[in-house]
């Protein structure tokens, strides 16, 4: 079953320059609860922009790149969305997409739950979530974020279930 986890501002953003742009300790804190022990699949791009591999996650990385390769037991690099699709639609574990844009776009019509981030401001940035359609997903959790003095954006966690 693959599931999408993201951070979203108010106007869609989800990175600049190939980072993240605000600062959120307990989106990032809800992020590592959400997906360790499971297998997270990301863009070449976001592998990149992260400090390396993370801990106690299995990762697959797409490319075009036939020569791209991470010496580590937990990195996988594949070249096609196709086998992404075809691996892991109908699994019974939950196997986590986890960006950037680029990945959401192309393999949200095979996903079957979202946890999103609602960061509630309006960022620039030059890479944005595809449009998610209310009428697919029903939600399933709903928690308005603590605001603290590490977290000073408002923010909502909220988790959605694509309708049968
Ligand atoms: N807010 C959040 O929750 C969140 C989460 C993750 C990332 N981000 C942000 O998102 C941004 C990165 O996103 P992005 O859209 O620029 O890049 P991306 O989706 O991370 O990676 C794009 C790369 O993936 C590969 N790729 C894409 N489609 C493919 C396909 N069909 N077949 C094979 N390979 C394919 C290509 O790699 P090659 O060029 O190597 O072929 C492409 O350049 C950063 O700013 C990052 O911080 C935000």
Not at 94 to 104: A, K, L, Q, S, T
Request: aromatic share 10%; charged share 25%.
């Amino acid at each position: 079953m693959l599931s999408i986890i993201a951070a979203i501002s108010e106007n869609g953003v989800i990175g600049n320059n190939n980072d993240l742009i605000w600062h959120l300790p307990a989106d990032l804190k809800r992020f590592k609860k959400i997906t360790s022990g499971h297998t997270v699949i990301l863009g070449r791009k976001t592998f990149q922009s992260l400090p390396g591999v993370l801990p106690n996650r299995y990762h697959i990385i797409i490319t075009k790149d036939k020569n791209f390769f991470v010496e580590d037991e937990n990195v996988e690099v594949v070249n096609s969305l196709d086998e992404i699709i075809t691996r892991f639609s109908n699994t019974e574990d939950e196997v986590f997409i986890i960006g950037g844009g680029e990945i959401y776009s192309q393999l949200l019509p095979y996903t079957s739950k979202l946890y999103i981030t609602k960061v509630k401001k309006h960022f620039d940035g030059d890479t944005f979530f595809p449009d998610i359609d209310d009428s697919s997903w029903n939600i399933v959790e709903q928690e308005i974020g603590v605001e603290d003095e590490r977290n000073t954006i408002p923010y909502e966690f909220i988790s959605l279930i694509r309708k049968i």
